[in-house]
């Protein structure tokens, strides 16, 4: 959560900082600002400071176009501690103006050192507990940024990715991360220093991604990266796959209405090289784990958070009745304070987009401290679950830009169907079930086309219903989960109240809510619980609830009973999560359209979840 960048070299610093927050806005958008420091003639003079409340548009307004400068740090909020407003928002300077640092995380001791600063004749101009690292660095400063930082480092509790510069050292940015990610952006003359890759994939691909501990000075033609005992490290170098084109909009209205559309193509690359119809099973070399261990297995655990959890509960489903092997999804901000059981012979499952989730990164490092085996299910190659973990699967569903995730889901969907596969292969699936598995997954790209294609449907059904206050969306088995994920999805990004609920637990109290005001809207399965949703259908309906049910095509007995019908491709039970999500996607996009909503910032929501 909340947006750092910065930069060093020959262009003017303020058009590459202000560029950088936008497309770090999805990380936060209560406000932003930049700092830069003067040219070198005039080293020693104070930093030009600019910060607004509001988004990126409210800071571009409030910057020069010819603001000199070359070197400089950006900050976009999402607040945590102190109000929303101007003095709140980063940077923050130290009492001379000179220091200017910008924080993503939480100090968790600020107030002790708060008060030891205050007696030291120290005076504090904001709410924040991030200022307190600019006059904490201030007091340790002896003419050398990067010492004053790491004796400052030694002094925090709590989570922290920060950049800061000092006006008498012209060009150096000293940054440091414990807790919340920082990249290192290596160029032709020039560095960059950012919360996310997207910031810099306009100057470079080459990047270096910060451990916790570790800190970073550079200077325009160089960097170096040490420890907190000094000690000077040699950091790989890595290059960033992603094409600069696949964080714009590319002529859609918004990022989430573009995601929800590249759902085949991002389902695609999730599959693409793992399906192996020869054996019947897939290859996931990534899990670096040999066959005799994988067949050693005799539990799964899924951590997650939020919507990532949504398709661990999914994929935990699909383990047992696949598989055959029990599973259990966990919440990561429960696992970690729940001093929990873990099992031998267990396998656990850490599943974030960004891989930097902090419920699930802590809760992670718990498990491993207890000696069990962390996978990474993630979408960002170099985040820190992909590193911490002992392996495991990156989704490739590409940048996710808009802040409730789409495509990411899906793709985490297309990694657990590949894993209930490879361990269904392990013990009771044939190969004959094992290739028929294997081509009903590969049609899913082109099922999920389909159901994109009843975009018009959805957006009139989504105008009928925009006025309502409360929705029910319901499911059973494998769509259970879907309905938990439908209901977040409206609750995100319209501000509509909505709780998901298995079918069958109606009857056990929801139905209580149920009226004319509140419509229902049921996820109908073609197995054997489809007779079951109906009749749970026709409960709703018998007490005045409007219905809206998404089925297979051709369901004319569905379609019959309720007052509105979203029809999608038919596919086997097994595979229908992939048919109903991108209609409960729509569903909420078009109904937060209507509502005049920003669909892509939420309000009181970031994209990346790095503070608990």
Known sequence: MCGIVGYTGPRQVSRILVEGLKRLEYRGYDSAGIAVQKDVAQAGEPITLIKKTGKIAELRKAVPKDLPGHCGIGHTRWATHGVVNDVNAHPHLDGSGKIAIVHNGIIENYVALKEMLEKEGTVFRSDTDSEVIAHLISYHYDGDLELAVKASLKHLKGTYGIACIHADEPGRIVGARNGSPLVIGVGDGEMLLASDVTAMLAHTKRVVYLNDGEVVSMLPHEFKVSDGDDRVLDPKIDHVAWELGAIEKEGYSCYMEKEIFEQPDSIARALSGRMDFEYGSSKLGGLDLTKKELHAIERVRVI????????????????????????????????????????????????????????????????????????????????????????????????????????????????????????????????????????????????????????????????????????????????????????????????????????????????????????????????????????????????????IAVADEGDELVASIADDYIPVPRTHALFQPFTMVPPLQLFAYFIALELGRDVDQPRNLAKSVTVE
Request: charged fraction near 20%; hydrophobic fraction near 40%.
């Open 304 to 547: 997650a958070a939020g919507t990532s959890w949504h398709a661990g509960l999914v994929g935990c489903q699909l383990m047992e009745s696949v598989a055959r092997l029990p599973a259990t999804a966990e919440l990561a901000s429960e696992l970690r304070y729940r001093n929990p059981v873990v099992e031998p012979n267990s396998v656990y499952f850490a599943v974030s987009q960004s891989g930097e989730t902090a419920d699930t990164l802590y809760a992670m490092r718990e498990i491993q401290r207890r000696g069990s085996t962390v996978l990474g299910i993630c979408n960002v190659v170099g985040s820190t679950i992909a590193r911490e973990s002992a392996g495991g699967v990156y989704v490739h569903s590409g940048p996710e830009i808009a802040v409730a995730s789409t495509k990411a889901f899906t793709s985490q969907l297309a990694a657990f169907y590949l894993l209930a596969l490879l361990f269904a292969r392990m013990h009771d699936m044939s190969h004959h079930e094992g290739v028929e598995f294997l081509g009903r997954l590969k049609d899913v790209p082109d099922l999920v086309r389909g159901a994109l294609a009843q975009r018009d449907t959805i957006q009139a059904i989504a105008k009928k219903y925009s006025h309502a206050k409360d929705f029910l969306f319901l499911g059973r088995g494998l769509l259970y989960p879907i309905a938990l994920e439908g209901a977040l999805k409206l609750k995100e990004i319209s501000y509509v109240h909505a709780e998901g609920y298995a079918s069958g637990e109606i009857k056990h109290g929801p139905i209580a809510l149920v009226s004319p005001d509140t419509p229902s809207l049921f996820l109908v399965p073609n197995d054997y619980l489809r007779e079951k949703t109906i009749s749970n259908m026709k409960e709703i309906k018998a007490r005045g609830g409007p219905v």
